[in-house]
């Protein structure tokens, strides 16, 4: 898995999802890894259904975080994005 | 007066926080009360609107108060109050990290709730349907969650509540959190108001009710509490948060206590949705029900911190309230002149105010007051702070639905 999470890391989804989650929603990119755990870094439901639109306002994709889980990642978020932008 | 005070159980102010258009920060709040200078100026986020002027929170940045993660989640009417609550408990010397939370309470006073977070919500489903609105309205759009905020941010777990009697809340707030702690209920109550009116549909209304003073020519001059040429109000964003305990508790805990809470009094018009009863009844009421509750003869009162609108109507029926009723020719003052008209914070923030003025024997200037109303015969005080040694104030609070709420504060000194 650590392979998989530093690999993503460099993508541009990946980049544009820790931009939005530092310019709108005031979380730090230093913070942010794959592994990181959304609860962690205080998103709770409320707040991912936000990010979710943020990201949908900006990829024009929709993007469900409603189906994350509370011990989801950020690289979990990442593969929701990645598929709801049509990548692999 | 000792025995009085304690056998009835005065509630002492041990805390103040203040965040309103004269500054943030009680200091500053103080400071700039004291010197009469009005905050309204010409408001860039109304542009367009009939009435574009208002009174905002100077400098009010929620990312480096709060943080960056309350910036966005919180509406502007939390986020002021959150402020002024944590320079409320630092006043204190309460650390909620050491307390019981359970014997701690929260009522706060609010008339409009998150105005912005429903106009945002409101824009976005014509705009964008459904889907495009945030996930937050309903913990930022009702009035409850101010409460809501705090109770979280202070482990406060006692009762929590918002009471909503329009312009009247932050005084019925105080009036209310001082029966929580003489039931014994709670050991502190957090006790105050907050209000963020200042978006495009609220300020539309008031205007279209012909509560707002027209004077967009001359935002400095528009609130002009008791003068000739007033013509309504200048409505303004704050937040004020009061630590309220026991007399006997602060004592006890070696606190300062800034004033004394020793009566409440509340009624209503039963008149007309807006406009006051002229005979002025339902005011003189909650006036009485808060002398009786205090043990205090009506000339007892030294000065009237009042509500003070600048609109016609309810000066000249404020003033002859004081007049008829407070036979000790108390000093007057509206601190509205400077601050602009909080609506449901207004009543918290001017309780604070009443409570530094007795504690520091000073009574602020009616900012404007520049041609005193002819029909207006109290003692408005004017041009500079007046000195003067205050034993018990009383400070005034009229809601649109007729509700009243007044407040007695002592001096913690003179007992």
Redesign the interface.
């Known amino acids: 898995m650590p392979e998989m999470s530093s690999s993503i890391a460099t993508t541009p989804v990946f980049q544009r999802i820790t931009t939005i989650l530092d310019e709108?929603?005031?979380?730090p990119r230093e913070d942010v890894t794959p592994d990181t755990v959304l609860d962690d870094i205080?998103l709770d439901s409320?707040?991912l259904?936000?990010v979710g639109?943020a990201l949908q306002k900006q990829l024009g994709a929709q993007v469900r975080t409603e189906d994350l889980s509370g011990s989801a990642t950020v690289a979990d978020l990442y593969e929701l994005v990645n598929t709801a932008v049509g990548g692999s | 007066m000792a025995r009085r005070s304690v056998a009835r159980g005065a509630v002492a102010v041990t805390g103040i926080g203040l965040v309103t258009p004269a500054g943030i920060g009680t200091a500053e709040n103080w400071r700039r009360v004291l010197s009469g200078v009005p905050a309204a100026a010409r408001d860039p986020e109304l542009a367009g609107l009939p009435v574009d002027i208002a009174c905002r929170v100077p400098g009010f940045d929620p990312a480096a108060l709060l943080g960056r993660s309350q910036a966005w989640r919180l509406d502007r009417v939390s986020q002021l109050a959150l402020v002024a609550a944590d320079e409320a408990l630092a006043d204190a010397g309460l650390d909620p990290t050491a307390w019981d939370g359970a014997r701690v309470g929260v009522v706060l006073g609010n008339a409009l709730g998150g105005t912005a977070s429903y106009e945002a919500a409101h824009d976005a489903v014509r705009d964008e349907g459904p889907g495009g609105v945030s996930a937050l309205v309903m913990v930022n759009w009702p009035i409850n969650m101010i409460s809501g905020y705090l109770a979280t941010r202070f482990r406060a777990g006692g009762p929590n509540l918002v009471v909503a009697t329009a312009c009247a809340s932050g005084v019925t707030a105080v009036g209310t959190a001082r029966y929580l702690l003489r039931s014994g209920v709670c050991d502190v109550v957090l006790a105050g108001a907050s209000e963020a009116p200042l978006s495009r549909t609220p300020m539309a209304a008031y205007h279209r009710m012909g509560a707002l003073s027209t004077r967009t020519d001359d935002p400095a001059a528009a609130s002009r509490p008791f003068d000739a040429d007033r013509n309504g109000f200048v409505a303004a964003e704050a937040a004020g948060v009061l630590v309220l305990e026991r007399e006997a508790d602060a004592r006890a805990r070696g606190a300062r206590a800034h004033a004394l809470v020793t009566g409440y009094g509340a009624s209503a018009d039963g008149h007309h949705p807006s406009a006051p009863d002229p005979t002025g009844a339902g005011v003189e009421r909650a006036l009485r029900a808060a002398l009786s509750d205090a043990d205090l003869a009506p000339g007892d009162i030294d000065h009237v911190n009042a509500h003070g609108t600048s609109t016609k109507l309810n000066d000249l029926m404020e003033s002859q309230l004081v007049e008829r009723v407070l036979t000790g020719r108390p000093s007057v003052t509206s601190t509205k002149g400077v601050t602009g008209h909080a609506l449901g914070a207004a009543g918290a923030i001017e309780v604070a105010y009443a409570a530094l003025t007795v504690e520091n024997g000073l009574v602020p200037p009616t900012a404007n007051l520049d041609k005193p109303d002819p029909d207006i015969g109290v003692d408005v005080v004017a041009g500079a702070p007046r000195p003067q040694r205050i034993g018990a104030a009383t400070s005034h609070s009229f809601g649109f639905g007729g509700q009243n709420a007044v407040l007695v504060l002592e001096s913690a000194g003179s007992r």
């Open positions: 709108k929603f005031g979380i205080e409320l707040a259904i936000e639109l």
